[in-house]
């Protein structure tokens, strides 16, 4: 089963900082459209190591100071996600993602790169769950229970 790792940033309120999907599949969508910065991993790579390596990557920008709170892991669309939450604040207007290749249109002989986020926004727990892809909607939750206890 193939691995992804990421971290879902929060602040006071509480809000959550989530990135909406890049590429044309997702240009048009917004409920379920967004998504912790994550990214795949191997086997060889720690969880912690790939999700701070991946928030730099699709937000461009380090990971701020903290200590990453494990929030378990879930399945979702043929992968096993791990999340690690982190207080911390980050600008989401300023954000530069990595891009990633794919043939577009559809059958077209033409590959075009797109971001592997588009935007990010800070969203409170209940605008966030109308956001964030389902299979991950476990994660607001779990933070939730870390941020009340």
């Avoid at 048009?28 to 969880?47: L, T, V």
């Avoid at 690690?84 to 300023?94: E, N």
């Avoid at 605008?127 to 779990?142: S, Y």
Wanted: net charge negative.
């Amino acid at each position: 089963m193939r691995r992804s790792a990421g971290i879902l940033l929060h602040r006071a309120g509480p809000e959550v900082l989530l990135g909406h999907m890049g590429g044309p599949f997702w240009a048009r969508k917004d409920a379920h459209a967004w998504s912790i910065p994550k990214g795949e991993h191997g086997d060889d790579e720690e969880p912690r190591a790939a999700a701070v390596r991946e928030f730099a990557e699709e937000l461009g920008s380090p990971v701020p100071e903290g200590e990453l709170v494990d929030l378990g892991t879930v399945r979702g669309s043929g992968k096993l996600i791990a999340a690690f939450a982190l207080a911390g604040d980050l600008d989401a207007d300023a954000i530069v993602s990595n891009m990633f290749e794919v043939e577009w249109p559809p059958r077209s002989g033409r590959m075009q790169e797109f971001p592997e986020i588009d935007r990010a926004a800070w969203f409170t727990l209940d605008e966030a769950r109308e956001k964030i892809v389902k299979g991950q909607a476990v994660f607001l939750d779990r933070l939730k229970e870390h941020v009340s206890s």
